[in-house]
C-alpha cells in the first residue's frame, strides 16, 4: 500500500466520486427518512384530532339526547296534567306556572343530585301556541330571565318537533354566560296538536366539565361571535371574524382550518350544533393548539437528523472504508501498473541479455561442433587412407583401426552436443508424422545384432505388427538407439536384453531392459543429467550424453524416459510416447 | 192542525215559543255509540264533540229568588252532562257515581275552583255556585280526558240543540231579545227575534 499522498489522481478522484456517491445516498435516505416521519406525525396528530372532535361531539350529542329524552317524557307527562291543559286552554296563564312547578320542581332543582350537570335546568318558559313566550310574570318558578333573554326564547311558531338553541344571558352575578336551550312541543293526547311548548336552559354541555385534553378549548359560536373561555378579546373577536366566513364558505357543513393564536398553530373543528333548528344557528368550535403536536413534529426531527447525522457519520466512515477497499484494487493495480512497468522493463532486459546469451551459447555450441566436425572427419579421411597402404602390419592395422573408432566416437559426441545445443536454443523442432516404432525396432535390432557377437547377448523383442506413434523418425530412432547402445554397453557376457513396446491409454511404452550390474541408488537421480555416467567404470565407452539427450527429445516428442527398476538382475528403462492418430498413418 | 193545538196551548199561557235550527258544524268522527258527547279543544276551541249548540235568549232578567240546583254526576268517568248550560247563581252538585275518586277543578275565568278529591260518598255533594256568566272548563285532575262545560247565563232561557241542531225554546216572555246559539267557546251566534205573547218564532242560525 502506497500513501494517499503518493497516490495517483485518478486513484483519489474515483475514491472521493465512490465516497460523494455512498452520502448522496444516505443523505437522500436520510431526507427521505425524515419526510415521512414528519408527514405521518402530521397525518397521525391531524388524525387524533378529529377522532377527539368526534367524540366530544359524540358525547356531547349522547349529553343532548340524554337531555332531549328526559324532556320528552317531562313534556308527555306535563301534557297529562289536566291543569297544564286548563291553564293553557282556559286562559288561565298565570296558574300555568304554578302547575308545572310539582312536574319541573326536579329539573330545577338547586341541588345537584345523581343526574349531574346535564339534566338540571337553570330555567324554563312555556311557548304559546303562537311561539311566544309564556312570561312566569312575577312568579319565581321558571327561573330568572331578563326580559330581553326571555325574548329571546320565542320561537317563529310552536314547533312540531324539539329545537335546540342557545342563548347569551348575564347570571345573577352579572357574567356572561351561555345557556343551551331545548324546546320541547307539548302535545295534547286527545288531538294530536302541539298546545304549547316547554323551552328548558341547560348549563351547555359544550361547556360543561374541564378541558378533558391538554391543549384544547372549546367554545360556541353564535350570532357571529365566538365564546371560547381563556382567549384574549382581540384573539376572541378575531377568530370569530374568521370562523363567520368560514361557516359562511361551508355552509354550515363540518369543516376545519388553521389558524394561529397568539404565535401558536391551532387547529380550528366547527360543527353546527342544533342543524334544522328554529332557533338561530350555533356551532361547536374546538380550537385544539398544534403546538404539543409541533413539539412533538420538532423533538422527532431533531430525532431523525440527529440519527441522520450518527447515519451520515457512520455511512461517511462506512463508505470512506468501502471506497477504500473497493479502491484498493484500482490501487493495486495503479501501482502494480507502474511495479509491473518497472520490473518488466528489468525482465525484459534481462530477457534480452538471457536471449542473447542463449543465442550467442547456441551460436558458440553449433560453430564448435562444426568447427569440431570438420578436423574429425579430416582426421578420419587421412586415417583410412593411411590404413588403405598395404604395407601395415597386422599390429599397425589395428591401431589405426583404433584410432578411426575413435574419431567416429567423437563425431557422435559432436552431433550429440549440436543437438543438445540445439533443444537448448529453443531450435529444435520436431516434425511430428505417424511413425511405425515396430519398423525402428527391428532395425535397431538389425544394427545390435552385428555389435553382440562378442558379448553373446540373447536378444528378446516383444512387438505388436505395427504401432504408430507421433513423431520424427530420426530422433525417435536415435531414442531407441541410445536404450539399446546402454542396454548392450551395461550388459554381461551372455547378458539378456528386453525390448517389449504396446499402446494402452493412447500412448505407447517401450520397454528395454538389460541383465547388468545395478545402477547404484544414489547415482539413479543423476542418471538423466549431462556427462553422468554413474558408477559405472572407465571401461565402459561412452560420455554421460545419451541418456539426457535421450529424456530431452523424449520429453520434446510429448512422452517421458524412466528407470522403472534396477536391482542387479534387470535394469530397465521405459520411454513413452504419443500414439499417432489413425488419419495420418501411412501404410 | 198539531201546530193549531199547541198554538192555542202556548197562547193560553201567552208565552212565546222559539224553535228552529242551528247549523252546526260537521264533524268527521262519527257519533260515539254509548251518545257521550265529549268536551274537545282544537286549536284552543273548546266544544262537544259530536257538536252541539247551547241557544238562549238574552236579556236583562231579574234574578231568580232562589238559587237553582242542578246536578253534574260523574259516571264511568264522564260528566254526565258534559255540556251544561246553567243560569247565574246555580249550585251545581258533582256527584261521584264512580268507584273511584275525582278531583273536580276549572281554572277558568268565570268561576276557579278546585273541588279536591273526594269519594264516591262524600257528603254534601260537593259543589259550585256558579255566580258570574262565562264558559267555565270543567277537568277531573285525576283521570285526563274527562271535560266538562258549564256555560254561565244571565239568562233562564237556555236549551241545549239535538245533534241536528234542533231546539225549541218555550215560556218565553214578550219583548225584544237576542237570540244566541253558542257552537263553541269562539263562536257564538246570535239574531235579534221579537217575541209576541203567545207567539212562535222560528229562528234559523246558518
Redesign the interface.
Known amino acids: 500500500m502506497i500513501a494517499a499522498d503518493n497516490m495517483p489522481v485518478s486513484v483519489r478522484q474515483y475514491r472521493a466520486k465512490l465516497v460523494v456517491a455512498m452520502m448522496l445516498v444516505i443523505l437522500t435516505l436520510t431526507v427521505a427518512a425524515l419526510v415521512v416521519a414528519q408527514r405521518n406525525v402530521a397525518a397521525g396528530v391531524e388524525q387524533e384530532l378529529q377522532r377527539e372532535f368526534q367524540a366530544e361531539l359524540a358525547a356531547l350529542h349522547n349529553v343532548q339526547e340524554l337531555r332531549h329524552a328526559v324532556l320528552a317524557e317531562r313534556c308527555r307527562s306535563l301534557v297529562r296534567k289536566p291543569r297544564i291543559h286548563a291553564a293553557l286552554e282556559d286562559d288561565a296563564l298565570d296558574l300555568l306556572y304554578p302547575s308545572a312547578r310539582d312536574e319541573l320542581r326536579d329539573v330545577m332543582a338547586a341541588e345537584r343530585g345523581e343526574g349531574g350537570y346535564a339534566l338540571h335546568a337553570e330555567f324554563y318558559r312555556f311557548l304559546d301556541r303562537r311561539g311566544g313566550v309564556i312570561s312566569p310574570a312575577d312568579q319565581p318558578d321558571g327561573g330568572a330571565l331578563l326580559p330581553h333573554e326571555e325574548a329571546q326564547l320565542a320561537l317563529p311558531g310552536v314547533p312540531e318537533r324539539q329545537q335546540l338553541g342557545y342563548l347569551v344571558r348575564r347570571n345573577e352575578a352579572g357574567e356572561e354566560m351561555m345557556s343551551e336551550l331545548i324546546a320541547m312541543p307539548i302535545v295534547s293526547g286527545e288531538t294530536g296538536e302541539v298546545i304549547a311548548a316547554l323551552v328548558l336552559g341547560f348549563e351547555p354541555a359544550t361547556f360543561a366539565g374541564t378541558r378533558a385534553v391538554a391543549g384544547i378549548d372549546r367554545g360556541v359560536w353564535l350570532g357571529g361571535r365566538l365564546r371560547l373561555k381563556g382567549l384574549s378579546a382581540a384573539e376572541e373577536s378575531a377568530l370569530s371574524e374568521e370562523l363567520t366566513q368560514a361557516i359562511a364558505r361551508n355552509g354550515g357543513e363540518p369543516a376545519s382550518f388553521e389558524r394561529t393564536v397568539e404565535g401558536v398553530p391551532h387547529l380550528v373543528f366547527y360543527k353546527k350544533l342544533n342543524p334544522a333548528s328554529l332557533y338561530p344557528s350555533a356551532y361547536e368550535v374546538c380550537v385544539y393548539s398544534l403546538g404539543g403536536m409541533l413539539e412533538r413534529q420538532s423533538e422527532l426531527r431533531w430525532r431523525v437528523l440527529g440519527a441522520g447525522g450518527l447515519l451520515l457519520l457512520a455511512g461517511f466512515g462506512a463508505s470512506h472504508a468501502l471506497a477504500k477497499r473497493l479502491s484498493r484494487p484500482v490501487e493495486k493495480l495503479a501501482v502494480n501498473s507502474e511495479e509491473n512497468l518497472i520490473q518488466r522493463v528489468r525482465a525484459e532486459a534481462a530477457l534480452e541479455v538471457t536471449h542473447q546469451e542463449l543465442q550467442r551459447a547456441a551460436r558458440f555450441s553449433a560453430d564448435a561442433s562444426h568447427q569440431l566436425k570438420t578436423p574429425v572427419t579430416v582426421l578420419r579421411a587421412g586415417l583410412e587412407d593411411l590404413l588403405a597402404r598395404e604395407h601395415w602390419t597386422p599390429e599397425e592395422c589395428r591401431e589405426i583401426s583404433a584410432l578411426i573408432h575413435q574419431t567416429y566416437r567423437l563425431s557422435g559426441v559432436i552431433e550429440d552436443l549440436l543437438l543438445l545445443s540445439r533443444m537448448d536454443a529453443g531450435r529444435l523442432t520436431i516434425d511430428f508424422r505417424a511413425v511405425n516404432l515396430t519398423e525402428l525396432i527391428d532395425a535397431a535390432m538389425d544394427d545390435l545384432g552385428t555389435q553382440t557377437d562378442d558379448l553373446e547377448l540373447n536378444v528378446d523383442v516383444e512387438r505388436p505388427a505395427a504401432l504408430w506413434v507421433s513423431g520424427e523418425k530420426r530422433y525417435l530412432s536415435l531414442i531407441l538407439q541410445n536404450l539399446l547402445e546402454n542396454a548392450r554397453k551395461y550388459n554381461h557376457r551372455g547378458g539378456r536384453v528386453r525390448v517389449t513396446a504396446q499402446a494402452e491409454d493412447g500412448m505407447v511404452r517401450l520397454n528395454v531392459a538389460n541383465t547388468g550390474p545395478a545402477i547404484p541408488a544414489e547415482a539413479r537421480e543423476h542418471i538423466f543429467e549431462r556427462f553422468h555416467r554413474g558408477g559405472v567404470g572407465e571401461n565402459v565407452p561412452g560420455y554421460g550424453l545419451g541418456l539426457n539427450l535421450a529424456r530431452e527429445l523424449a520429453r520434446l516428442h510429448g512422452g517421458e524416459l524412466e528407470l522403472l527398476r534396477s536391482d542387479g538382475e534387470w535394469t530397465e528403462f521405459q520411454v513413452s510416447f504419443r500414439l499417432a492418430p489413425a488419419a495420418g498413418r501411412g501404410v | 192542525m198539531a201546530l193549531a193545538w199547541l198554538l192555542i196551548l202556548v197562547g193560553a199561557r201567552s208565552e212565546a215559543v222559539i224553535e228552529g235550527s242551528v247549523a252546526l258544524p260537521k264533524t268527521r268522527s262519527t257519533p260515539v255509540m254509548n251518545q257521550r258527547y265529549e268536551i274537545?279543544?282544537?286549536?284552543?276551541v273548546?266544544a262537544t264533540n259530536p257538536p252541539l249548540a247551547v241557544v238562549y235568549l238574552e236579556g236583562d232578567f231579574p234574578a231568580p229568588e232562589q238559587a237553582p240546583v242542578v246536578q253534574m254526576p260523574q259516571k264511568d268517568l264522564t260528566f254526565i252532562p258534559s255540556l251544561l248550560p246553567v243560569r247565574v247563581g246555580t249550585r251545581v252538585e258533582f256527584p261521584n257515581l264512580d268507584d273511584t275518586f275525582h278531583n273536580i277543578?276549572?281554572?277558568?275565568?268565570a268561576k276557579?275552583f278546585d273541588l279536591g278529591r273526594y269519594r264516591p260518598d262524600e257528603r254534601p255533594i260537593p259543589s259550585q255556585v256558579f255566580d258570574v256568566p262565562g264558559l267555565v272548563?270543567l277537568?277531573?285532575?285525576i283521570?285526563?280526558?274527562?271535560r266538562a262545560v258549564v256555560l254561565v247565563l244571565a239568562t233562564p232561557y237556555f236549551v241545549v240543540t239535538d245533534e241536528e241542531g234542533r231546539f225549541e225554546l218555550t215560556g218565553l216572555p214578550a219583548g225584544r231579545w237576542t237570540l244566541k246559539a253558542w257552537l263553541n267557546s269562539r263562536t257564538t251566534l246570535e239574531q235579534p227575534v221579537e217575541l209576541k205573547d203567545g207567539g212562535r218564532v222560528r229562528v234559523e242560525f246558518p
Do not use: A, N
Request: aromatic content about 10%; some cysteine.
Open positions: 274537545v279543544s282544537k286549536g284552543g273548546i277543578f276549572s281554572f277558568s275565568p276557579r272548563t277537568r277531573c285532575d283521570h285526563e280526558h274527562m
